[in-house]
């Protein structure tokens, strides 16, 4: 019975036989990206469980995140609560076999890969900050998906736009808020000699979208970076494999 796949899924698909195993179909895949994400999970998973295959497991597990990049973006501890949360509100379609070791082992193959893509403090001090772009590269090195409250970090640069170092936590908060003032920002911009700043925060949510109180942090952000003669780049708000530029949402209003 040839399995069911949905959307661009579905056109990884093309050419390859439903009939074939996960590994099978990274074998005869002319290249890993035409693997369908379920299949990779699954490859990592090995196994399925008593009445469920291995492939439909994987689905499943998609299913109860969302996307694969949720399921990269979790520790051990959340892959467990989600599935209990699942199996709770989905009887008919439960997650069998991922008990603690399970969910460690999985946990531990994503940590891996997101250590290897990760910049080291030797790049990092190498980088040239031109956009949100190459600053989220920076960010996304001291960002922990896995960590359930907001933390707020400065990266100082140079006249080149170049990081001096790498980013600075500032501040630690909550899961819904981060006790953050301005002048402590540029305490550190200040201590590192600073030229230009760029600004980031997460959300443990994994949503990026900014709130009115980001806005409203921007704006005294850029009122003291005025006063400092520091260039105020931008200010991210992370998510989980994502980010949101508020320069670029706002227009660079707030910026000039």
Known sequence: MKPRVWGEEAKRFEGLSGDLKPRELMERAADMSQVPDAALL????????????????????????????AVFSS????????IA???????????KGMGR?????????FEIGRRWSRMTPEEIRSLKVTDAGSAWQAFASVLDPADDKENLWALPLDNKNVPLCEPVRVARGTAATVPAYARDVFKEA????????????????GDPAPGA????????LAALAKIAGIRLLDHLVLGHGSFVSLRE?????IFL
């Open 42 to 69: 699954a490859v990592i998973l090995k196994t399925g469980a008593e009445g469920v295959d291995v492939l439909t497991l994987a689905r499943r597990l998609v299913d109860a995140f969302g996307s694969v990049k």
């Open 75 to 82: 520790d051990w501890r959340g892959i467990g609560r989600r």
């Open 85 to 95: 949360a699942w199996n709770e509100s989905h009887p008919d379609r439960p997650i």
């Open 101 to 109: 070791v399970k969910c460690m082992e999985l946990a531990a193959a």
């Open 190 to 205: 200040l201590r590192w000699g600073a030229v230009a700043l760029v600004v980031a925060h997460n959300h443990p949510s």
């Open 213 to 220: 109180s980001d806005l409203a942090f921007t704006e005294r």
């Open 249 to 253: 949402r706002s227009g660079d209003a």
